[in-house]
Nanobody, 111 residues
Framework: QVQLVESGGGLVQPGGSLRLSCAAS????????MGWYRQAPGKARELVVL???????NYADSVKGRFTMSRDNAKNTVYLQMNYLKPEDTAVYYC?????WGQGTQVTVSS
């Protein structure tokens, strides 16, 4: 059974950067379908980025050009590099893989 553990959240000023990590325990045969989601207070959970079947990335329009998802196969870990953060990026960020969710990590963008 795969388990996902996120880390790297925190408080950052507008325009700043954070890098989130999602470490997967268990066997990952393919990273296709692994993604990052976020949920802001009072809002529905939304997709941030997903690894597609061609190993490319599908980014939400709101984060294109600012966020980058990468992976380290040897460490079974994916990352979300977030640059030029805005207050509207404030949310709990979740890693997801084939129906499995991590516990989430809080990202707060505020001055």
């Amino acid at each position: 059974q795969v388990q996902l553990v996120e880390s790297g959240g925190g408080l950052v000023q507008p325009g700043g950067s954070l890098r989130l990590s999602c470490a997967a325990s268990g066997t990952i045969f393919s990273f296709t379908g692994m993604g990052w989601y976020r949920q802001a207070p009072g809002k529905a959970r939304e997709l941030v980025v997903l690894i597609n079947s061609g190993s490319g990335r599908n980014y939400a329009d709101s984060v294109k050009g600012r966020f980058t998802m990468s992976r380290d196969n040897a460490k079974n870990t994916v990352y979300l590099q977030m640059n030029y953060l805005k207050p509207e990026d404030t949310a709990v960020y979740y890693c997801h893989y084939r129906g499995i969710w991590g516990q989430g990590t809080q990202v707060t963008v505020s001055s």
